[in-house]
């Protein structure tokens, strides 16, 4: 069964330092998520993207933040310059359009 | 704004013991809602979507159903290997993103 992966599983970096999480989205989705779980809270959406182009954001994805689809298979969220409270497990999720996204097993990200 | 609320935050259920989970939410104009099951340090696992108030979905020892204010995951006979962590989500007309509650954290002890 298709499934979304990500890589890597564990990210550890300096604050100030730039990041980027990858995803490889289900082969024939057009739609792409980032989401983020602070340890012990709730999973809160970043952003969304189809067509190349972000669909939605919340008010979490910052300029700081950026995604893009480098090629025809991976998705990415880029955190330029990280702080202590980007701390997180970040998962990508994937769908063909208005129906169920399905999620990665997610990039744990610690910010020291 | 959407609000999602799920309760219990924690339910202990000796196995085979029966319970229900709720999620209750408002939302401007629902296009659906989502449950989830997360184990600890796993990307949430797909479980049902809901899309209109009465609808009620089955998987095993899972069901869930839906009204305008509110959904219930019942669990039937529950095993040890149902323990997890349940998410509820809504997703507004206005939009895809979803919208997480804390979830449901679910013991069910031998």
């Known amino acids: 069964e298709p499934e979304v992966t990500q890589t890597p599983s564990h990210q550890v970096t300096q604050m100030g330092q730039e990041v980027i999480l990858r995803c490889v989205p289900i082969s024939n989705h057009l739609y792409f998520y980032w989401y983020r779980q602070i340890l012990g809270q709730k999973v809160e959406f970043l952003v969304s993207?189809?067509?190349?182009?972000?669909?939605?954001k919340s008010e979490i994805f910052d300029d700081q933040f950026s995604v893009e689809r480098p090629d025809g298979s991976n998705f990415t969220l880029k955190i330029r310059s990280t702080k202590l409270e980007d701390s997180a497990m970040y998962f990508c999720?994937?769908?063909?359009?208005?129906?169920?996204?399905?999620f990665g097993p997610g990039t744990r990200l610690l910010v020291l | 704004e959407d609000q999602v609320t799920q309760s219990p935050e924690a339910l202990r259920l000796q196995e085979g013991e029966s319970s229900s989970l709720n999620c209750s939410y408002t939302?401007?104009?629902?296009?659906?809602l989502f449950w989830y099951r997360q184990d600890p340090g796993k990307g949430p696992e797909f479980l049902f979507t809901l899309y209109s108030a009465g609808e009620e979905k089955e998987k095993e020892r899972l069901k869930a159903t839906l009204t305008k204010k509110e959904s219930f995951l019942h669990i039937t006979a529950p095993k040890p290997e149902d323990s997890a962590t349940y998410l509820c989500?809504?997703?507004?007309?206005?939009?895809?993103?979803?919208?997480f509650g804390k979830g449901t954290s679910l013991l069910v002890t031998p």
């Open positions: 993207f189809y067509n190349n182009e972000i669909s939605e």
């Open positions: 989500a809504v997703q507004s007309n206005s939009g895809y993103a979803l919208n």
């Open positions: 939302v401007s104009g629902l296009r659906g």
């Open positions: 999720a994937s769908n063909r359009g208005q129906e169920t996204q399905y």
